[in-house]
């Protein structure tokens, strides 16, 4: 239950639902031989049981699902691998912050494209993206889809456009916040069967609900030899996270129903915010939403929530230095939050108020 004493986190975009009963289930089940010995699964040709389950349900090759500890722990070992001392990367201007870093970790440099903003949304510019790819000609090309912080997707066809253009470069595309706004998964295995030269990140953190079991996965085309090796495991992977996503994924109505709660509060959270002149909130298609503050009351709703044992994500980037990040919670604890924030408003006096 919600009550005012809890610090409640909305700043990580963590999943508050927590994982399918389902996964607390297979915990229990755990045995000894989960815990004392390696895996032996390689000996059946494959990296593991979670391996050969993705391979069958996304329709890819097994040899082309890699799994890692987090897409974190992926996105590295993809930029390890392919980018050497002043090659570079780009990714969008407006993104997560580790984006931005990893390529300096092995030398490389990194070239930023601006996302576009307009009434309620970021968009992608494909033709941009392709123009400024064929000018600076980087190693790895990135897109998330959805994005963080922004929530705007990139569709399909612009996917194409790029990946028919960028034939000579690798294709990052992270899907770190897939399945809050749609679970279709049949894109995956066509792209990476069309495109040799992509690779999709998935992760169980967000979706799934199991941040803290750092397991992940990517869907790779076939032109990525040298990744399949580098990250190759011969002693397997973290048994328990491997138990814990077999879980998750057996416990598919228990996540579309979550999915379906954040489509429905997305929804009040934008509601709020378009009754209230001087905010905008942009439309997401993740488990958080963007949304711009009149830059005057940035301190004081800090101050405010701060009192309400309530922490959302205030940035210090200049690109996004008047607005706030909201992951969403439980709907318990989405009102906790959509009412402070009114009370902060009329106590305020912001009500109605125009900036
Ligand atoms: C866009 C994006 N990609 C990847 C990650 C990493 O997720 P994980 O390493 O937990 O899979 C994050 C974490 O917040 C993220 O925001």
């Not at 963007?290 to 709703?301: F, G, T, Y």
């Amino acid at each position: 239950m919600e009550n005012g004493s809890t610090i409640l986190y909305l700043d990580r975009n963590e999943n508050l639902y927590g994982p399918a009963p389902g996964c607390f289930g297979a915990l229990r089940t755990v045995a000894i031989d989960d815990l004392s010995v390696y895996s032996r699964d390689f000996t059946r040709g494959v990296k593991s049981r979670l391996s050969e389950r993705l391979s069958a349900e996304l329709n890819i090759p097994e040899q082309q699902i890699l799994l890692s500890e987090g897409s974190e722990d992926m996105l590295k070992q993809a930029v390890h691998c392919y980018i050497g001392p002043g090659e570079k990367m780009l990714c969008p201007a407006q993104s997560w912050w580790y984006y931005q870093k990893v390529a300096s970790e092995v030398g490389g440099e990194t070239i930023t494209y601006s996302l576009k903003e307009d009434k309620d949304a970021y968009h992608y510019d494909v033709d941009e993206l392709i123009a400024l790819y064929e000018k600076e000609s980087p190693r790895v090309v990135l897109i998330a889809s959805p994005n963080n912080p922004t929530g705007n997707s990139f569709s399909d066809s612009d996917l194409k456009s790029l990946a028919e253009a960028v034939r000579e470069s690798i294709v990052v595309l992270d899907e770190a916040y897939w399945g809050f706004a749609d679970t279709s998964n049949e894109h995956i295995a066509e792209l990476v069967r069309r495109y040799r030269n992509l690779l999709v990140l998935r992760t169980f953190s967000k979706y799934y609900a199991l941040a803290g079991a750092r397991i992940a996965f990517a869907a790779v085309g076939a032109g990525l030899s040298r990744l399949t090796k580098f990250a190759s495991r011969y002693l397997g992977y973290n048994r328990i996270s491997e138990i814990l996503a077999l879980a998750a994924l057996d416990s598919a109505g228990y996540y579309e129903n979550i999915g379906h709660a954040m489509r429905e509060d997305r929804e009040l959270y934008y509601e709020f915010f378009d009754r209230h002149p001087g905010f905008r909130c942009y439309r997401s298609s993740a488990n958080f939403v963007l949304v711009k503050i009149p830059a005057e009351w940035k301190d004081p709703l800090k101050t405010f929530l701060e009192a309400k044992r309530i922490v959302i994500k205030f940035f210090s980037e200049p690109e996004f230095a008047n607005c706030v990040r909201i992951t969403l919670g439980t709907k318990e604890q989405n009102q906790r939050l959509l009412q402070a924030l009114s009370e902060f408003l009329q106590s305020h006096r912001f009500n109605g108020a125009s900036s």
